[in-house]
């Protein structure tokens, strides 16, 4: 796994949210949403304790599970393997794509529009919108820290 503690010490500082280590009945969740270790080890360590809002928004556990199963498009796109974690100051959603992970189980990161999702939403169709904007979370929060994401999406 990579070491996220002085990058997330940074976030804290840009965003003014603390993070902290989540609770194991929410990383029950978590796993429950098919995230893979190395995912569920980030949050296990640097959960926000709210919404950390700079370019993005990055979302405690509680808004994750919200945003996978009540919201639009992550109850939709949740079942093909496109979990939302983060989203857009316009509502689109930043993924851990578990379709495709790395030789160490890191998913990486795509962006897919809340507007092009519907309910009837194919594999194939959430695929040709997912557009890859890091190749795992550390790049992801890099990018974040950095001011330097990808907030364009494919239509």
């Known amino acids: ?10 976030i804290a500082t ?3 949210t603390k993070f902290r280590a989540a609770s194991s009945p929410d990383l029950a969740e978590l796993r429950a949403l098919r995230l893979p270790g190395p995912v569920v080890d980030f949050y296990a360590r640097h959960e926000p ?3 950390a809002e700079g370019q993005v928004r990055l979302w405690p556990i509680a808004d994750v599970l919200r945003e996978n199963r009540d919201l639009i498009p992550g ?13 857009t100051l316009c509502g689109d959603a930043y993924c851990f ?3 495709v992970t790395s030789p160490e189980g890191e998913p990486r990161i795509v962006l897919i529009s809340h507007e092009a999702v519907r309910k009837d939403i194919t594999a194939e169709r959430a695929q040709q ?3 890859s904007v890091a190749r795992d979370l ?8 950095q001011i330097e994401l990808d907030e364009e999406c494919v239509y």
């Open 138 to 145: 550390h790049e992801f929060l890099e990018k974040f820290e």
């Open 75 to 87: 109850a939709y796109v949740a079942p093909l393997g496109y979990v939302v974690f983060a989203t």
């Open 14 to 16: 840009q965003t003014g």
């Open 49 to 51: 304790s709210e919404c």
């Open 97 to 99: 794509d578990v379709n």
């Open 1 to 10: 796994m990579p070491e996220y503690k002085k990058l997330m010490k940074l």
């Open 129 to 131: 919108l997912a557009k």
